[in-house]
């Protein structure tokens, strides 16, 4: 069975920085591409970025670009997204997806989806 499961999430004032994790079982993980998504209350699930296989390769939203940065540890099984200097418009749940290929911008090309961690950043 796979899971994914997320953490790292909470609350931070505007400026600050979270780093959240994602840690994956139950597949052979270095053989998926990574990605970041989040939905914010009253909005659709939008892609944050994502992580090739080997971490060689990295994609980000324009919202993201500059600010945070995903990594990933195929020893211990885990994608990570560090975000810096958070706005009160990065509030929104965070959820990571692994992906069988590329690791694109769009859902629907995820195979596997975590519940998700809810990040506030507060003005």
């Known amino acids: 069975q796979v899971q994914l499961v997320e953490s790292g999430g909470g609350l931070v004032q505007a400026g600050g920085s979270l780093r959240l994790s994602c840690a994956a079982s139950g597949l052979t993980f270095s053989r998926y591409a990574m990605g970041w998504f989040r939905q914010a209350p009253g909005k659709e699930r939008e892609f944050v970025g994502s992580?090739?296989?080997?971490?060689?390769?990295?994609r980000y939203a324009d919202s993201a670009k500059g600010r945070f940065t995903i990594s990933r540890d195929n020893a211990k099984n885990t994608v990570y997204l560090q975000m810096n200097s958070l706005k009160p418009e990065d509030t929104a749940v965070y959820y990571c997806?692994?992906?069988?290929?590329?690791?694109?911008?769009?859902?629907?090309?995820?195979?596997?989806w975590g519940q998700g961690t809810q990040v506030t950043v507060s003005s």
């Open positions: 992580i090739n296989w080997s971490g060689g390769s990295t």
């Open positions: 997806a692994a992906d069988q290929n590329y690791g694109g911008r769009l859902g629907h090309e995820y195979k596997y």
